[in-house]
C-alpha cells in the first residue's frame, strides 16, 4: 500500500515534469514562430468585413514587405485643376462597391479627388492585380535594352529551375499574355484554391520560386489559350531577376519609380527570402496610381522623361492575347475592355482597385475600394460603365 502510494507521488512528480517541459517546449516554438503564427492569422482575416479597408491600408503591418526607394528628386508636380462635376451615378457606384479613394485626371491635372471609409491621401494602398501592369513596364525596358532578347524566348532560359515544370515550353510572351497553359486555381473563396495556398507560403515565409516551380499540370498548350493565372507574373519576376541578377524593387526603383518622381515612397510584399511578391503586392499611393496612368496616357513620357518606351506601351496595351468571344481583351499585363475605343486599356487588381485609362478623351481614373462583392453579377460592368461616364462627362 504505502509502496503504491509512493510511486503514484513520483509517477504523479514525474507527468508533470513532462508537462511543464512539453509546455516549456510550445512555448519557446510559438515565439520562435510568432510572426509566421501572426501573419497566417493575418491572411484568414484579411478579407473581413471588420478589417478589409485598414488592411488594405497597412499591408506592411501583416506581411513582410520591402521599401521601392524613390529616390530623391522632387515630386512630379500634379497641378489641381476646376472641380469636375462627375456624373450623378458616381454617388451610387461608391456605396454599391466600397470605394476608398478617386482620384480622376483630366489633360493630366487633377479634377476629382476624394477619399472615403475614413482612409487617407497618403495611405499606401494595396494594388493586387495592379501591380502586374507595373512588372510588364518594366519588362518592356529591359527589353529595349537587351537584358531580354525577346519576348520570344523560353522563360527556362532566364530561370533554369522551371525546366521539367508546368512553365518548361512556355515564352516569355506567352506569360505576359496569360497564355501559359498552367494549372492554378485562382477561387479566392475555397480556402485549398491554389491562390490561397500561394498566400499561405507568402504568410509563413515560405519561397514563392519554389511554389512556381513545383506547379507540373498544364491545361493547353502554352500559346493557345488564354486563361488568368496570377502565378505567370511571378514567373516573369523569376525571368527578370534571372536576366538581370537583381531584384524588382531595385530596378523599379531604379528605372520607373525614380524617374517618375513620385510622392510617397512605395513597397513591396514579400515572401520569407525578401523576393517581391510582383503579382499583388506593391502599395502605393492613389495619387501615384494616376500617375502610373498618366505615363501611360502619355505613350510612356513622365516628369519630363520617356520613362516606358513608347513601343512597349502600344504592345502591351494592345488586346493581343487569345481571349475568347465575349470576354474582355488582354495584352501584356494590361487589360482591354471588350468594346474598347481605341486608346481605352486599364489595371485592374481584385476588390476594385483600377488605373482606368482613356486617352481620345485625355483622361485617367484611378481608384481603390475594399469590395468584398467585386465578384458579383455586374461588379465589373458597374465599374467600367462609371469610368466611361465619367470621362465623357468631365
Excluded: C
Excluded at 513520483?10 to 513532462?18: A, D, E, P, S, Y
Excluded at 511578391?277 to 505613350?299: K, P, S
Amino acid at each position: 500500500m504505502v509502496k503504491g502510494y509512493i510511486f503514484m507521488r513520483r509517477f504523479g512528480k514525474w507527468v508533470l515534469r513532462v508537462f511543464v517541459v512539453l509546455l516549456l517546449a510550445a512555448l519557446v516554438v510559438g515565439l520562435w514562430q510568432r510572426e509566421q503564427i501572426m501573419r497566417l492569422l493575418a491572411v484568414n482575416s484579411l478579407f473581413s468585413e471588420a478589417k478589409i479597408v485598414n488592411n488594405f491600408s497597412h499591408m506592411n503591418a501583416a506581411f513582410l514587405s520591402t521599401p521601392v526607394p524613390r529616390g530623391d528628386g522632387p515630386t512630379a508636380e500634379l497641378v489641381y485643376g476646376a472641380d469636375a462635376i462627375l456624373p450623378p451615378e458616381v454617388d451610387k457606384w461608391i456605396v454599391d462597391r466600397d470605394v476608398t479613394a478617386l482620384v480622376v485626371l483630366k489633360q493630366g491635372e487633377i479634377v476629382h479627388e476624394s477619399y472615403y471609409k475614413g482612409t487617407q491621401p497618403e495611405d499606401l494602398r494595396i494594388s493586387w492585380s495592379v501591380a502586374k501592369s507595373y512588372l510588364s513596364a518594366l519588362i518592356g525596358l529591359l527589353l529595349e535594352e537587351g537584358a531580354i532578347a525577346s519576348i520570344d524566348d523560353p522563360v527556362t532560359q532566364y530561370a533554369p529551375v522551371l525546366i521539367g515544370g508546368a512553365y518548361d515550353g512556355a515564352t516569355i510572351r506567352n506569360v505576359l499574355n496569360m497564355a501559359s497553359g498552367v494549372v492554378f486555381d485562382e477561387d479566392y473563396l475555397d480556402k485549398n484554391s491554389d491562390i490561397n495556398k500561394m498566400g499561405r507560403v507568402l504568410a509563413l515565409g515560405g519561397k514563392m520560386d519554389d511554389f512556381a516551380a513545383a506547379l507540373s499540370e498544364t491545361f493547353a498548350p502554352p500559346g493557345t489559350q488564354w486563361q488568368y493565372v496570377s502565378i505567370d507574373t511571378h514567373v516573369l519576376s523569376m525571368v527578370v531577376r534571372g536576366a538581370t541578377g537583381r531584384t524588382i524593387p531595385d530596378l523599379l526603383s531604379e528605372k520607373i519609380v525614380a524617374p517618375m518622381g513620385l510622392e510617397h515612397e512605395p513597397y513591396y510584399v514579400t515572401d520569407g527570402f525578401g523576393t517581391a511578391f510582383v503579382l499583388g503586392g506593391l502599395n502605393l499611393t492613389t495619387r501615384d496610381y494616376a500617375r502610373m496612368g498618366q505615363m501611360f496616357l502619355q505613350n510612356g513620357q513622365y516628369n519630363g522623361k520617356q520613362i516606358v518606351p513608347e513601343g512597349w506601351v502600344a504592345a502591351s496595351t494592345a488586346a493581343t492575347a487569345p481571349t475568347s468571344a465575349g470576354e474582355s481583351g488582354y495584352g501584356y499585363q494590361w487589360w482591354i475592355p471588350e468594346d474598347a475605343t481605341e486608346g481605352e486599356f486599364m489595371a485592374r487588381g481584385v476588390y476594385g482597385q483600377y488605373i482606368y485609362i482613356n486617352r481620345p478623351r485625355g483622361v485617367v481614373i484611378a481608384t481603390n475600394a475594399a469590395d468584398r462583392k467585386f465578384r458579383e453579377e455586374g461588379a465589373a460592368e458597374q465599374n467600367i460603365a462609371t469610368f466611361r461616364a465619367i470621362a465623357n462627362k468631365i
